[in-house]
């Protein structure tokens, strides 16, 4: 089965700066990569995903880059702000039946005034 | 409208004892999933019905796991026999079918823990 592993586990980044993490997967079949942010205590909540078919998606500070060669994809986030800090989780799916997530493990970013 | 409820928030029980924990999806979702979220890690996919079935049942650890969901909407997770290691904090998420690519609405999660 589909494997997620996601490094670091934990980031910390001066306000303003830049932060990224990384994602691989095992199953070529994979076609669906959410990324979900989960405030702590709270439910994750999906920030932006990406799809087989493209290599970069953008929303506001957000980015996500997909590399299907080589089975990994990213999440980047530009001019981080205090809000930033949570629990970051990538997935992967395949479209098709139950579509399950796997999940990685989690990279807790803390933004540092 | 509301999003996805789960009750209890909290639950603490003795091992070996029964335990229910219930999810009320987005009205309107059909899919429903349950994950399972330990210390630290990330959502560990548990069962996954469309309507009333259970289409996929493949992450229930074992047979002390169970779910129903008999008319499409409130499912129920049912815990036989619990373990210490059955503690975790419960996920319920629901998606619209519409979706191809489904975004998952998840609850804020029952939290059990098994002394």
């Known amino acids: 089965g589909e494997n997620v592993e996601q490094h670091p586990s934990t980031l910390s980044v001066q306000e303003g700066d830049s932060a990224v993490i990384k994602c691989t997967y095992s199953?070529?079949?994979?076609?669906?990569f959410p990324w979900y942010k989960q405030e702590l205590g709270k439910r994750p909540q999906l920030i932006i995903d990406?799809?087989?078919?493209?290599g970069e998606k953008k929303d506001q500070r957000i980015a996500v880059t997909l590399n299907k060669t080589a089975k990994h994809f990213s999440l980047h986030i530009t001019e981080t702000q205090p809000e930033d800090s949570a629990v970051y989780f990538c997935?992967?799916?395949?479209?098709?039946?139950?579509?399950?997530?796997?999940f990685g493990q989690g990279t807790r970013l803390t933004i540092n005034p | 409208g509301a999003g996805v409820s789960q009750t209890p928030s909290n639950k603490v029980t003795e091992k070996g004892k029964y335990v229910e924990l219930r999810c009320d999806p987005i009205?309107?979702?059909?899919?429903l999933y349950w994950y399972r979220q330990s210390l630290g890690q990330g959502p560990e996919f548990l069962i996954y019905?469309?309507?009333?079935?259970?289409?996929?049942d493949s992450g229930l650890p074992n047979d002390r796991f169970f779910a129903v969901r008999p008319e499409g909407s409130v499912s129920t997770l049912k815990i036989q026999r619990t373990e210490r290691g059955d503690s975790a904090v419960y996920l319920c998420?629901?998606?619209?079918?519409?979706?191809?690519?489904?975004?998952?609405?998840f609850g804020e999660g029952s939290r059990l823990t098994v002394l």
């Open positions: 998420a629901s998606s619209p079918r519409r979706d191809r690519y489904r975004e998952l609405f």
């Open positions: 199953d070529s079949a994979s076609n669906y």
């Open positions: 990406i799809r087989s078919n493209v």
């Open positions: 997935a992967a799916s395949i479209i098709q039946g139950a579509q399950k997530l796997v």
């Open positions: 009205s309107g979702h059909t899919a």
């Open positions: 019905f469309q309507g009333t079935g259970a289409a996929d």
